[in-house]
């Protein structure tokens, strides 16, 4: 399974962007998937998921109604729609998938697969 984020970029504050995470090398019907993000000297951190079934979502606080986190499942992507973006949400973003599609875990060592991330840098 290979999860490749793109869409990044350098956005003023209050400015908007989406990233997007293609799937490739099996179905991802069944799977959780998430955004991660790691800033500069910082852990790396939950932001959103989408559930498996029935597309249940699950934010960070720091996020919540400003980004929007989506999954088409015929093309095999998940999309991260933020807006209102802050110098704070700078970092490195990271798309994830976890198998065990009953849970939406917010912590990135219990993903099962993830691939290189997409820097997003807010200039305030």
């Known amino acids: 399974v290979q999860l490749q984020a793109y869409g990044g970029g350098l956005v003023q504050a209050g400015g908007s962007l989406r990233l997007s995470c293609a799937v490739s090398g099996r179905t991802f019907r069944s799977e959780v998937m998430a955004w991660f993000r790691q800033g500069s000297g910082k852990e790396r951190e939950f932001v959103a998921a989408?559930?498996?079934?029935?597309?249940?979502?699950k934010y960070a606080e720091s996020v919540k109604g400003r980004f929007t986190v989506s999954r088409d499942q015929d093309k095999g992507m998940v999309y991260l729609r933020m807006t209102s973006l802050k110098h704070d949400d700078t970092a490195v973003y990271y798309c994830?998938?976890?198998?065990?599609?009953?849970?939406?875990?917010?912590?990135?060592?219990?993903?099962?697969?993830w691939g290189q991330g997409t820097q997003v840098t807010v200039s305030s």
């Open positions: 989408v559930g498996a079934i029935d597309g249940r979502t």
């Open positions: 994830e998938a976890d198998n065990e599609a009953w849970r939406i875990s917010t912590n990135w060592g219990t993903y099962d697969y």
